[in-house]
């Protein structure tokens, strides 16, 4: 079973998320914020992060530099999720190491859902 760690400062969405993830048969974990989803990373060791950019304590850009520089971390692929539909952020974003920038208004869950399935199938298997 597939893990992910859902990054989200809006309960109603995180709420959406983790119902969906589940019913897709993927464990699921939840952090408010960047700093708490870098302290969650140490311990639920998630295959997948869906991270929100603008959030409070830590943001998820700050949070993506952060574990693209552990190298104990750096390889997790890390879906940013906004509601910024910015074509320059989306190329700063992706080449500060995100596998996709996703605007939340363009994408359904289940189209997330879908996202997920297709990076982690494209990741290769543990040794």
């Known amino acids: 079973m597939a893990k992910v760690l859902i990054v989200e400062d809006d309960q109603l969405m995180s709420r959406m998320y983790v119902r969906v993830f589940t019913f897709e048969g993927f464990e699921v974990q939840v952090a408010a914020n960047g700093q708490a989803g ?8 998630p295959d997948i992060i869906l991270a929100d950019i603008m959030m409070p304590v830590m943001n998820g850009q700050d949070m993506l530099i952060a574990i693209k520089a552990d190298p104990a971390l750096k390889d997790i692929p890390v879906i940013m999720l906004t509601n910024l539909a910015d074509a320059k952020a989306a190329e700063e974003t992706v080449a500060k190491g995100a596998e996709q920038y996703v605007v939340k208004s363009k994408y359904g869950p289940q189209e997330i859902v879908v996202l997920v399935k297709d990076v982690l199938a494209k990741q290769k298997p543990v040794a």
């Open 38 to 45: 870098l302290d969650a990373l140490r311990e639920f060791h």
